[in-house]
């Protein structure tokens, strides 16, 4: 099946800081999705991102899908982005998630 | 409803007992998703409904488990004789499906389940 990385699997800023997670996946694939898990457990969705740009307010994501991966960008970060973000693709009808990247923003 | 909804949100039961866990999808959604979150194993999938059938089961872990979905919207996922590896979070999602093209999913707050 499909291979989904994540990289860093951990990450620790400065609030204020900005970052940026990348995604690798193995194969062509449908859609790639982002989402942050908060500390509750929610899965609560970023971006629906197959192919191209996107920015809503200080995130912003980007994917070449004929290399394969996607960029998420935190700019600015704050407390309230720690937490855990995952990227997700779709072959087929199922999504595969990577294993996600712990983010810690500390005040 | 506004969102995916999942009851209960926490169960603790014993070994060998059974347990139904209940997924109510964002209204008009066709498409159905059951995934499980445990900490060996990350996010994982268990099955697809599209309307009431299920054209994908390929990620139920065991003949334990089994699922079914009623006029196109309520899903019941259900773990027979549950075990211990069987405690994580079990998350549920709905898309709406357009043949063809593919949609963004959306997660619910998920069940925690505890088998001890």
């Known amino acids: 099946g499909i291979q989904v990385e994540q990289s860093p699997p951990d990450l620790i800023l400065q609030e204020g800081a900005n970052s940026t997670l990348r995604c690798n996946f193995s194969d062509s694939v449908n859609n790639l999705q982002w989402f942050h898990q908060n500390p509750w457990g929610q899965l609560i969705n970023l971006f629906y991102?197959?192919?191209g740009t996107k920015q809503n307010g200080r995130l912003s994501a980007t994917t070449v899908a004929t290399e394969r991966y996607s960029l998420l960008y935190i700019s600015s970060s704050q407390t309230t982005d720690s937490g855990v973000y995952f990227c997700?693709?779709?072959?087929?009808?199922?999504?595969?998630f990577g294993e996600g990247t712990q983010l810690t923003v500390n005040p | 409803g506004a969102g995916v909804s999942q009851s209960p949100s926490n169960k603790v039961t014993e070994k060998g007992k059974d347990v139904e866990l209940r997924c109510d999808p964002i209204s008009g959604h066709t498409a159905l998703y059951w995934y499980r979150q445990s900490l060996g194993q990350g996010l994982e999938f268990l099955i697809y409904f599209q309307g009431n059938s299920a054209p994908d089961k390929s990620g139920l872990p065991s003949d334990r488990f089994s699922a079914e979905r009623t006029g196109g919207s309520v899903s019941t996922l259900t773990i027979q004789r549950t075990q211990q590896e069987d405690s994580a979070v079990y998350l549920c999602?709905?898309?709406?499906?357009?043949?063809?093209?593919?949609?963004?999913?959306?997660f619910g707050p998920g069940t925690r389940l505890l088998v001890l």
């Open positions: 997700a693709v779709t072959s087929g009808s199922r999504l595969t």
């Open positions: 991102i197959p192919s």
């Open positions: 999602a709905s898309s709406l499906y357009t043949a063809g093209s593919q949609e963004t999913q959306y």
